[in-house]
């Protein structure tokens, strides 16, 4: 399931889209109108997935009318493999995306202007995963040994591996993205996100081990709603308030995930609303940190874009190196302006 999260994908592929209906949930109370009345603009905001945890923030955002208040029609457009999101938000078919962090450099270095305005994810989601009674203790122990790795070794977290933990003897194969290959095979770590596969896995019966890509050094930003440089230039106070909506969408979803958890799973039959309740949970620690608590949810820093820019063209991925201030606009009370 990590192909169409992390890579760049060029083909288009038909959309599944879902708009989640206005729901009564615990967190907030009543839904807000529009003071006047009036049609709200309505804009797209394409997932880069489909509707799981990872996004919960943004569909209790819809549940709760948090949109509607900020003066917002939100369609939320569900992914899926092979569907593009940054490349949708570039050529300007939908307002805004979720992508990767890292996919924002390198989609500049192709000649796209995105810029990121909310980053759900502060830590690295990205794990290698392997069977409760792995020998290995360490990412670097597991690297650089002759184990046998399921991943998309193009991966920028999986060069960067290369780099810091050099002479490993582990056998790559290709991520399939089958459970089934990494049940039946003790031996065999794979890739994963930590809200994903280890959990249909306990689920299962099957425990594993999870080594986070953060412990490497390579920790960008995830799931990041992006937009056009020239959509946020002439639709600032827009941004803003999608901005606003999302952190308090977030906020709800983390004091209360049940309701948005039970939406969502009549939306993805392919997760239960059980593995949906476990991944929110897991997911807690890569959302919220020192720096939301000082920020706010879904902030940045130019610091971080810098070492992630500094990461990725040591890995010979970029070729630009961009104002790390160009990269993203943040303001805790949403107020984008510069």
Known sequence: MLASR????????????????????SCGGKQNQPADGGMLPRVKLQLNWVAEPEFGGFYAAAQQGLFRAAGLDVELVQGGPGVPAPQLVASGQVEFAVVAGPQILQLKEQGGDLVALFAVYQGNPLGLMVHEDSPHK???????????????????????LDKVYPGSKHQIVTYSASLAEFATNAKLAAQCFITSEPVSLELKGIK?????????GFDPYNEVIVTKR??????????????RACAKGWRCYLDDPTPTNEAMSKLNSGMSLLAMQRAAAIQRRLVENDDTKRLGLGCMTAARWQLTT???????????????????VWDQNGDITR
Not at 9 to 21: D, E, I, K, N, R
Not at 208 to 216: A, L
């Open 230 to 243: 020239s959509y946020w230039q002439a639709n600032q106070a827009r941004c803003a308030a999608l901005v």
């Open 6 to 25: 992390q890579n760049t994908v060029y083909a288009f592929a038909p959309l599944a889209c879902f708009f989640l209906s206005m729901l009564a949930c």
């Open 138 to 160: 360490t990412l670097a122990q597991l690297w650089q040994s002759d184990t046998t790795v399921s991943i998309e070794s193009g991966l920028a977290d999986f060069r960067w």
């Open 208 to 216: 594993t081990r999870v080594f986070m890509m953060g412990e490497s």
């Open 310 to 328: 500094d990461q990725l063209s040591q890995l010979g991925q970029i070729k630009i190196h961009p104002e790390p201030d160009s990269l993203f």
